[in-house]
């Protein structure tokens, strides 16, 4: 997203001021303050989302077709390592964010090099594993 995007994203979901940052990336949801708002438990969506798959995806095709139930695993499972390899980091690279919490930054280089490392397409599958 060019920092316009941006912006306008930030604006959207945030009108009346900055969004505060956290100091890593994680996937917990909702935000703490939300959750204790709230009194629910904060979940790792990135953790729901994998068992969501294997029960909803996997087991409804592994028996009709286990070759491509394998093979389509395998394709979740990068996508789904890619984005927890991002998690426990810190990729915000400005310096405010820095000097708060005192984590260095990932280089830009390293985002790119996941796309390389990693899987990232994942086709659609139906009922029948096809």
């Not at 989302?49 to 029960?55: G, L």
């Not at 389509?72 to 400005?94: P, Q």
Request: include cysteine.
């Amino acid at each position: 997203m060019s920092s316009t995007s941006t912006d306008i994203g930030v604006h959207v979901v945030k009108p009346h001021g900055q969004l505060e940052d956290i100091p890593v990336v994680d996937f917990m949801y909702p935000a703490d303050h939300i959750a204790k708002e709230f009194n629910i438990e904060q979940q790792d969506i990135l953790e729901y989302t994998k068992n969501w798959y294997i029960k909803n995806v996997y087991y409804r095709i592994k028996d009709k077709n286990p070759k491509y139930a394998r093979y389509h695993l395998g394709k979740f499972m990068s996508l789904y390592n890619f984005y927890k390899s991002f998690a426990g980091r810190n990729w915000n690279d400005n310096p405010d964010h820095i000097a708060k919490y005192g984590i260095p930054c990932e280089e830009r280089k390293a985002r790119r090099d996941r796309l390389k490392e990693y899987g990232t397409y994942l086709a659609f599958v139906d009922g029948e594993g096809e």
